[in-house]
């Protein structure tokens, strides 16, 4: 019974911190040019809100397509009890890797329409730049979901877009 209460209050504080304000700090993925620029996955983080206890979960970014930033907001659904599912350039399957007051890891898979499968690694957090350690340890992550460690972005000094 402890062991449960100690989980579900650990469960309940890290969705907690997620709700809030977030910017994209860095993107990795294993097909790079879906991150590039003007790329179709790179994702700049607004606000992610949980609902009914975090089965839902919606996460409300800009792109940036021609220099035009558009706002959105794709709502994933808890799918197996830690992967959420959504709608976006494809099938979306989300996950949150860590969980800090600074920081969010997401790993997600992508399914475009064109059946192509693209691995990414999303850091969202204040804004504030990567440490050396922080790299570090995406470095690592990339590595072993078989993204190469020169497709790590940092985006968050291309971020234009309203707040």
């Not at 035009?68 to 099938?91: A, E, M, N, P, V």
Request: glycine share 6%; with cysteine.
């Amino acid at each position: 019974m402890v062991k449960f209460l100690l989980l579900a209050l650990t469960f309940g504080l890290a969705h907690a911190q997620m709700d809030g304000p977030w910017k994209t700090i860095a993107i990795a993925a294993d097909i790079v040019d879906k991150i590039e620029i003007s790329g179709e996955l790179r994702l700049y983080f607004h606000q992610i809100t949980c609902e009914k206890e975090c089965k839902k979960m919606n996460v409300t970014f800009y792109i940036n397509e021609n220099g035009q930033c558009s706002l959105t907001t794709i709502t994933g659904y808890l799918d197996d009890g830690k992967t959420y599912r959504s709608q976006f350039q494809g099938d979306n399957h989300y996950a949150t890797v860590r969980t800090t007051p600074e920081n969010i890891v997401f790993y997600s898979e992508n399914v475009d329409r064109a059946g192509r499968k693209t691995k990414l690694v999303y850091v969202v957090g204040s804004g504030h730049p990567l440490t050396l350690e922080q790299k570090e340890k995406i470095v690592e992550y990339a590595k072993e979901n078989n993204i190469p460690p020169g497709n790590i972005r940092e985006v968050l000094t291309t971020d234009y877009c309203p707040r």
